[in-house]
């Protein structure tokens, strides 16, 4: 990948870019609570399972497809693959998640033209899902699908650790271990998930459903999943 492209890749998985990632934990902290995540080995397991059965067997293989169909022009199946991932979230915090970083996301790009490049594609959708947005701004840079990718799971995984740096909470080498272990895993889930055709798609994680939707219930929380 040359300099530019890299570049922008780095923007993108920022926790610089305004899309208000920080105030999710996507169940962590409901896992905290319920005392499932006490520590930085059970934050590794839990991050663990999210990635194996969560972002590798869905989230990833779904954005793939929503970069192929950016970079084809295909607006019909950029619909059909945001309405899929949406209908996917188990939770309305969840599903409010997706849509509000999307939302956060688009505008950034059609109306504060903060990221340089046309977005009126985007306008024709109304609900609009994070892994959407960022595979069309992926598409537009010329960033290379699988190395986008990597930056999209990585940007994942550093929120869930930040996450669970505040909510467990760990201390900041901790944080960093849990990056380099955890880190080290994104180039496989990658390409396995490049692998995967359309009936293989699954996100059989019923546990942490439960979790999200008690934490829309939570009586003390500081995020907002």
């Excluded at 998985?13 to 999710?24: D, H, N």
């Excluded at 396995?192 to 059989?204: G, I, M, T, W």
């Amino acid at each position: 990948m040359s300099t530019l492209p890299l570049t922008r890749l780095l923007q993108l998985a920022s926790p610089a870019l305004p899309v208000g990632a920080y105030s999710y934990s996507q169940g962590l902290e409901a896992a905290v609570e319920a005392g499932t995540v006490t520590s930085a080995g059970t934050a590794e397991l839990w991050v663990t399972g999210l990635m194996d059965a969560g972002m590798a067997r869905l989230e990833a293989p779904v954005w793939l497809r929503l970069y192929s169909a950016w970079t084809n022009a295909d607006s019909q199946n950029v619909q059909y693959w945001n309405d899929w991932f949406i209908a996917s979230r188990e939770t309305a915090e969840l599903r409010a998640e997706t849509l509000q970083m999307g939302y956060s996301l688009r505008r950034l790009i059609v109306e504060e033209k903060a990221l340089g490049m046309p977005g009126e594609e985007l306008n024709a959708m109304d609900d609009i899902a994070f892994p959407t947005v960022f595979a069309f701004a992926a598409a537009k840079w010329s960033i290379p699908a699988q190395e986008a990718l990597s930056g999209y799971v990585w940007s994942w995984l550093e929120n869930q650790v930040m996450a669970a740096l505040k909510a467990v909470p760990l201390g900041q080498s901790d944080g960093q271990r849990l990056l380099t272990k955890l880190g080290g895993r994104i180039p496989c889930l990658c390409e396995e998930a490049a692998k995967l055709a359309d009936h293989e798609l699954s996100n059989f994680l019923p546990g942490f459903a439960i979790l999200s939707s008690r934490h829309e219930t939570q009586y003390s929380r500081l995020f907002r999943s």
